[in-house]
């Protein structure tokens, strides 16, 4: 009897964290600001809708590489928005994030660069 397949780390991960990104942008449209503990700008809704969506169709390539790849660059992608809202750059102005934005764009991007980058990796001839 065959063993059954593990899926990869990595796709679980995004399994996971696309389709909240979906969730989050959508209730950015829909949450009165006053309720809100992140920002609700619409850039920043349509940037977590558009990626969100992105990471679905990395998932559903079913391609290792790619799913690993998204996870890398959106957790670099977070941590330039954390380094962006404390530096004044690009486009904090548009995305008008919070403090809670900050702490998640520091701990969710750097879990995504972990994950994408440590997990799922071929072991080594050494290894075996």
């Not at 309720?35 to 998932?59: E, W």
């Not at 890398?72 to 403090?99: E, H, M, N, R």
Request: some cysteine; aromatic content about 10%; glycine content about 8%.
């Amino acid at each position: 009897m065959a063993e059954p397949t593990k899926t990869p780390v990595n796709v679980l991960v995004l399994s996971v964290f696309a389709p909240l990104l979906l969730v989050v942008g959508a209730l950015g449209f829909v949450m009165p600001a006053s309720m809100a503990l992140t920002s609700g700008a619409p850039p920043y809704n349509l940037f977590h809708l558009v990626f969100g969506a992105v990471g679905v169709g990395c998932v559903l390539s079913k391609k290792l590489s790619v799913v690993r790849a998204f996870n890398v660059g959106f957790g670099l992608i977070d941590l330039y928005q954390a380094i962006a809202s404390f530096a004044d750059l690009w486009p904090k102005a548009a995305f008008q994030w919070k403090t809670a934005d900050d702490v998640l764009h520091v701990v969710v991007g750097l879990a995504l660069v972990a994950v994408g980058l440590m997990a799922d990796r071929p072991a080594s001839p050494a290894a075996i």
